[in-house]
């Protein structure tokens, strides 16, 4: 079974912030936080990872909360181009990388 | 970033017929390769697990005669779709695990098989 859960689905204005969620309650302390992103009929692609602090990068900004049972991606400014389905998924060396449902980003202009 | 290089993206075969499908990590190696299958509007689901040099771990309620793995060299993984039917048409996606990079793991581009 996935170890996160995430909503189903998610609206974003172009060019405001997405703040995309996700429940890892479960997480044991090496566990990494991983996001990645699906367009359709791609394979998916590195969005951005973290342990337990903050992380950014070009792409977005993770929010791990102090005790690492949620965490929330931000995409600071929206694009038309952002809209896909992401995954947040929680890694350590080579256990199982199961994916849970994702929530799909719908990005409107 | 590291690539991983997944071949054919799109094949189209006959009920019966065989397909390979290759995936290769292009410039680091990969100690671990995950396969997937997704169906449309689905999350991707865990075929199985392979480290190089061993047998794959397969996940409960995917055939492993059917769906052959092999993962011979650090940088080549190869799953075999054996005597394919029309229900075994998928979206296949390959990713790739390394610890000598920061992200550590990477996805290919996927496989589209049609089973006619």
């Known amino acids: 079974d996935a170890k996160t859960t995430q909503p189903t689905s998610m609206d974003c204005a172009e060019g405001r912030a997405a703040n995309l969620p996700c429940n890892h309650s479960?997480?044991?302390?090496?566990?990494?936080v991983y996001w990645y992103r699906q367009i359709h009929s791609q394979g998916p692609q590195y969005i951005i990872h973290?342990?337990?602090n903050n992380e950014t990068n070009e792409m977005a900004s993770l929010i791990i909360t102090e005790d690492r049972k949620s965490s929330t991606l931000i995409l600071p400014h929206a694009t038309l181009r952002d809209t896909a389905v992401y995954y947040c998924?929680?890694?350590?060396?080579?256990?199982?990388?199961?994916f849970g449902t994702g929530t799909r980003l719908q990005v409107f202009p | 970033g590291a690539v991983v290089s997944q071949h054919p993206s799109r094949v189209i075969c006959k009920s019966g017929t065989s397909v390979k499908i290759e995936c290769r990590s292009l410039?680091?190696?990969?100690?671990?390769m995950f396969w997937y299958r997704q169906f449309p509007k689905q999350s991707l689901m865990l075929m199985a697990t392979?480290?190089?040099?061993?047998?794959?771990?397969?996940e409960q309620g995917v055939e492993k005669d059917k769906f052959l793995i092999n993962h011979a060299s650090l940088t080549l993984s190869t799953l075999t779709v054996t005597s394919a039917h029309p229900e075994d048409s998928s979206f296949y996606i390959c990713?790739?695990?390394?610890?000598?990079?920061?992200?550590?793991?990477?996805f290919g581009s996927g496989t589209q098989l049609s089973v006619l």
């Open positions: 479960t997480i044991s302390g090496n566990e990494y």
């Open positions: 410039d680091f190696q990969a100690t671990t």
């Open positions: 973290g342990l337990k």
């Open positions: 990713s790739a695990w390394t610890a000598t990079t920061n992200e550590k793991l990477f």
């Open positions: 392979s480290n190089e040099g061993s047998k794959a771990t397969y």
């Open positions: 998924i929680v890694i350590y060396n080579t256990d199982k990388l199961i």
